[in-house]
């Protein structure tokens, strides 16, 4: 069975403050994509970043860091220095490799940074 | 052009109506992808299309039909709704490699439906 586990449901932060949102995923599969969406008020997803089960090299976009770890099947996300336009509902996804269209869809945190 | 644009953004219809909700993109991409999100949930796969041909149908009541009329264009016609249908339709794209299927997918802003 796939599954993404976000246990996080809301996290608030003040400007300025760095945040990790925690990702935990079980697939059988040896090879997956693992991807972080973010969806602001307006409803559009927004494709941030995916990563490929046997790249397990760390990220970094800007103020966005990704921690991929096979080992504890994680795959964590930080924002640094967080912005009052950060706030949004982030989902972690998993999906195969190869065949099949469907992608899980963790049940998302939603992140409020305030002024 | 990296977008997928949703029309319309907002619906109210009755119970008896028949609506269509239409999505459209210009990217190339050949899987498009109907997604159904109720408040605080995650998206939830509807249907998917690839190369104009339905491919996945995740036992969605016959009450909504999506068609493909061609590679840049899906709709989802709505018939016979019922009040717990409500909530907001995602339309996605992604590009398809062979036999990898699963490049991240581009969504639209979404119709927030409301069934009364």
């Known amino acids: 069975a796939q599954k993404v586990t976000q246990a996080q449901t809301e996290i608030s932060v003040v400007e300025k403050e760095d945040v990790t949102l925690d990702c935990v995923y079980e697939?059988?599969?040896?090879?997956?994509?693992l991807f972080w969406y973010k969806q602001p008020p307006s409803g559009e997803l927004v494709f941030l970043i995916r990563r490929n089960s046997f790249d397990e090299q760390n990220e970094i976009s800007g103020r966005y860091s990704w921690n991929f770890q096979k080992s504890t099947s994680s795959f964590n996300f930080t924002i640094t220095a967080s912005q009052v336009v950060d706030s949004a509902v982030y989902f972690c996804?998993?999906?195969?490799?190869?065949?099949?269209?469907?992608?899980?869809f963790g049940a998302g945190t939603r992140l409020f940074v305030k002024a | 052009d990296t977008e997928v644009t949703q029309t319309p953004k907002h619906l109210v219809m009755g119970m008896t109506n028949k609506k269509s909700l239409k999505c459209e993109q210009h990217m190339g991409h050949r899987a498009m992808y109907w997604y159904k999100q109720k408040a605080k949930k995650p998206p939830e796969l509807m249907f998917v299309y690839s190369y104009e041909k339905l491919s996945i149908n995740e036992s969605v009541p016959s009450r909504f039909s999506p068609e493909c009329p061609n590679s840049s264009l899906l709709n989802l016609h709505l018939h016979a709704l019922q009040p717990e249908d409500s909530a907001l339709y995602l339309c996605?794209?992604?590009?398809?490699?062979?036999?990898?299927?699963?490049?991240?997918?581009?969504f639209g802003s979404g119709t927030q439906l409301s069934v009364l």
């Open positions: 996804a998993l999906s195969p490799y190869t065949g099949g269209f469907k992608t899980i």
């Open positions: 996605a794209s992604s590009q398809l490699f062979g036999q990898r299927r699963n490049e991240k997918l581009f």
């Open positions: 697939t059988r599969d040896t090879t997956y994509y």
